[in-house]
């Protein structure tokens, strides 16, 4: 039996519908299975889970003083800012002081990788996912050149991608998504790099075609910046085209959202915000498609993995369509243009077989997208 330390930057048992908090928490539970796996992160409730074949223990973050102060050192030592927010003195100490009784020490994230011993003489291994230099250099060039976030973002991308440079160089494998990605990445390097997609656990068709069908929904968390940006655009751009077109059309948004960011897009004539839920389900009637409209976008979009699994038809962007390889494989919707995006939309509303049959397709191509087929990936990298 291994012994595997597992560092993640948030809670892998909080029930919060984010992509690297079910990933962790399905990482675990299945190296879980014949390994003794210690799971450590930050988690200010500081609550104790204990399995037989696994244990968490969180540590309570650091204060709004300490992470201004570590972004500052951050920046000061010429690496990305998110380090020092997410910095976790705590998570250190318990690394550097038990380090030696693993085998193995898995870091979900860039961010956790700052914990990394110098004297760990097992494997590491690094969950990077995507690389974040590319989305964060996207961001910038996507916004105006007087919002102050735009600097920001453009030089946090300059600093991600020396620090994965440094990852990629440092950690013995490294777990990427994207094909596309694994490609920039230099040939002497693509040795220790394992491909993996995000999955599902399970497959349950909710769409049935009919011309009453009125609503277009968005899931995803709001606060992240790109998905923010798809429902403003969306709202101020597209849905008022729809509208003209078919009076009764809706755009609903779930997912963890602002106060502000609520009372703003409620105020878009047909926009709903449902906010974050814990079962999708209620919300999924009358659904004519989802939609991932980011043009922010690197690797995997777990929302379309979502969609699929409930067999809603799905239109996405050319950007996260080219970035998410085995799209190309299920046939997914994707647009061009916008005028693209609303006739796509006005299709799958008016045609029975065309909404039919991109329902039949998601829930077939779903199937290679199940956790169970998914994670046994873990066994060549352990």
Known sequence: MKKILFISNRNPFAERFSGD???????????????YVKVISPNNDNTTIKESKFNYEGFESSNFFSKFVRILLSLFNFKPMQLGFFYNSKIDKFVKDNFENYDYIFFQSFRSAQYLPEKFIGITILDLADLMSKNYKQTSNNLIFLNPLKFIYFLESKLLKSYEKFCLNNFEKILLHSEKEIKTVDQNLKKKIYQYSFGVDRIKNKYKYSFKNNKIIFIGNIKYLPNKKACYDFANKILPKL??????????IIGEISKIDTYILK??????????VNNLEPYLNKVICGIANLKISSGIQTKILTYMSYGIPTICSQQVYENFDALKKSKINYYKNDNDFI?????????????????????KNIRNFKWEKILPFLNKVF
């Not at 105020?267 to 915000?273: D, L």
């Not at 039919?356 to 397709?361: D, G, P, V």
């Open 343 to 363: 006739k796509l939309i006005i299709k799958l509303k008016k045609n029975k077989n065309f909404g039919q049959s991109s329902s039949k397709l998601a829930l």
């Open 243 to 252: 509208i003209q077109k078919h009076s009764d059309l809706e755009f609903h």
């Open 267 to 276: 105020k878009f004539k047909g926009v709903k915000v449902i906010g974050k």
């Open 21 to 35: 908090v079910i990933r962790a928490k399905k990482f675990v539970k299945y190296l879980s299975r014949n390994n």
